[in-house]
């Protein structure tokens, strides 16, 4: 008999970088220019991670996590509309706790990792939602299936890190439906909406 598995839908959400920004030259047509790598803080695996939330049986909200994602965000709490987020999540990092349920996650009955073993958030365009505070679009790509989702991301802070690097924060949270996803297993006694809280430090 199947152990009851928990499942994740995450996404490894992050917000990439920075101010699409436009250089206008002389001349009949404005050149665009991608957004300043300048901008951008490199997330640090070490100091970042994704909590899932998933209602076990109708009764309580489990957790799991993943960590060490990878990628870029930018956020200047002065222009929050200029937010962006590029995240990679590695399904091999998932941990919910027990290790034959870690097991069957990434089997094909949730995740299928070994087909589809990254996760992946890119954003597409943020708009200011407050003091510190954005709704970031952008495309969740999750077995294989690509659709867009929206996180509320918050500016968390800054700092200075060893050696003097500039280090910033943020932390973005959204709902998906996991079978959206083709993600169908046990759907009904365990949650198919999934509540996804990524929290990130960069450095540049």
């Known amino acids: 008999m199947r152990t009851c598995?928990?499942?994740?839908?995450?996404?490894?959400?992050?917000l990439s970088a920075g101010a699409a920004g436009w250089l206008?030259?002389?001349?009949?047509?404005?050149?665009a220019v991608a957004p300043a790598v300048a901008?951008?803080?490199?997330?640090?695996?070490?100091?970042?991670?994704?909590v899932y939330s998933i209602k076990h049986m109708g009764a309580a909200n489990f957790r799991g996590m993943f960590?060490?994602?990878?990628?870029?965000?930018?956020f200047d709490p002065a222009k929050p509309e200029a937010a962006s987020l590029d995240v990679t999540i590695k399904l091999d990092t998932l941990v919910s706790n027990d290790a034959k349920r870690d097991q069957h996650l990434k089997s094909a009955d949730f995740f299928s990792a070994k087909e589809f073993p990254t996760i992946t958030f890119k954003s597409t365009s943020a708009?200011?939602?407050?003091?510190?505070?954005?709704?970031?679009?952008?495309d969740l790509t999750l077995r294989g299936v690509t659709k867009p989702v929206t996180a509320r991301v918050t500016h968390t802070g800054t700092g200075e890190g060893r050696g003097g690097k500039k280090l910033a924060g943020v932390e973005a949270?959204?709902?998906?439906?996991?079978?959206d996803f083709g993600m169908t297993y046990m759907v009904g006694p365990l949650g198919d909406e999934v509540t996804l809280t990524v929290f990130l430090e960069g450095a540049k």
Do not use: M, N, Y
């Not at 708009?127 to 952008?138: F, N, P």
């Open 67 to 74: 960590h060490s994602p990878t990628g870029t965000f930018a």
């Open 24 to 31: 206008l030259t002389a001349g009949p047509a404005p050149a």
């Open 127 to 138: 708009k200011a939602s407050g003091d510190k505070t954005a709704e970031v679009a952008g």
């Open 173 to 179: 949270t959204f709902t998906i439906k996991r079978s």
């Open 5 to 14: 598995p928990l499942c994740v839908g995450v996404a490894s959400v992050a």
């Open 39 to 50: 901008d951008a803080f490199a997330i640090d695996p070490v100091h970042s991670g994704v």
